[in-house]
């Protein structure tokens, strides 16, 4: 297998072009490749600058989850933080995560903070949702959004080879005239559920709008998470 290192936006796009399949820390193709064999060429994003990006407003795909700090909202970073081991996150990247693993435990942080997917295509780069991420799997180079307000993150505990954990993730934005908007997103097995009410200074109202639509077919306990997260989000002093 040869593995190519891009350095630029325009030798990563060469490398897609003849076919090189993306790796990120390959935590999850490693055994796959060993079993069924390797791919003449791979592509790692490690080199690339774009890729490597940790900001307020930006996190790059060949970040490794045990790089996401404080830099990035407190939901992308609390998400970071618990996947997997330490040894799992100084390997497993951003990208792998999001377009490569079946939890995808950054996904419910990335859909509250509404980010947009930087990908990288034949024709060049261009912006577009997570569900085309999911659904496609185009390259990723990133991921982009507006800082919010505020934002939180809650991992249950999981039991070894039990279902996923169930994840909540919520954030604030400011959407004028005093009013904020919540996204709140959570997953229960292997489904990610998403909502997003408009809203003052009022969690009982707010909550009463989220459990109207979607999640009142959550079970009580992950509703009665949901409540307390935003309760708390609610409860924070908002410069
Ligand atoms: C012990 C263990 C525990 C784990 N626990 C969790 C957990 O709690 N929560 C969770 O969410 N995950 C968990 N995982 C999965 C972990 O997140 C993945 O192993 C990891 O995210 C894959 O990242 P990687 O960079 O190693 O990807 P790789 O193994 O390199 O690649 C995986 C796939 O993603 C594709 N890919 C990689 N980068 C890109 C890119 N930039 N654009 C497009 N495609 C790309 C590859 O082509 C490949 O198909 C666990 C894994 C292990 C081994």
Redesign the pocket.
């Given at each position: 297998m040869l593995l190519r290192l891009p350095t630029s936006v325009s030798e990563a796009q060469e490398c897609l072009a003849e076919g090189a399949?993306?790796?990120?820390?390959?935590?999850?193709?490693?055994a796959g490749w060993l079993r069924d064999g390797f791919p003449a060429l791979a592509m790692s994003?490690r080199h690339l600058p774009e890729?490597n990006a940790v900001g307020a407003e930006t996190l790059g795909?060949?970040v490794v989850?045990g790089r996401v700090d404080d830099r990035v909202p407190e939901a992308l970073c609390r998400a970071a933080a618990?996947?997997?081991?330490g040894a799992?996150r100084r390997?497993?990247?951003v990208?792998?995560?999001l377009?490569?693993?079946s939890?995808?435990?950054?996904l419910p942080a990335a859909l509250v903070l509404n980010a947009r997917a930087v990908v990288l295509e034949p024709e060049g780069v261009r912006e577009t949702d997570l569900a085309e991420v999911l659904a496609k799997?185009?390259?990723?180079?990133g991921l982009r959004w507006t800082a919010p307000l505020a934002s939180c993150h809650h991992k249950a505990q999981?039991a070894a080879g039990g279902a996923p954990p169930l994840v909540v993730a919520a954030a604030l934005h400011p959407v004028g005239g005093g009013r904020r908007l919540l996204r709140v997103a959570v997953r229960d097995g292997y489904e990610v559920l998403t909502a997003a009410v408009e809203c003052r200074t009022d969690p009982p109202g707010s909550l009463a709008a989220l459990r109207s639509g979607e999640f009142g077919r959550l079970p009580s306990a992950a509703w009665d998470i949901v409540h307390d997260r935003v309760g708390e989000l609610f409860s924070r002093p908002v410069g």
């Open positions: 399949v993306p790796v990120g820390g390959a935590t999850l193709v490693w994003l890729a795909a060949a989850l618990a996947v997997g081991t799992v390997a497993a990247t990208g792998g995560n377009v490569g693993s939890l995808r435990c950054l799997r185009p390259l990723l180079l999981g």
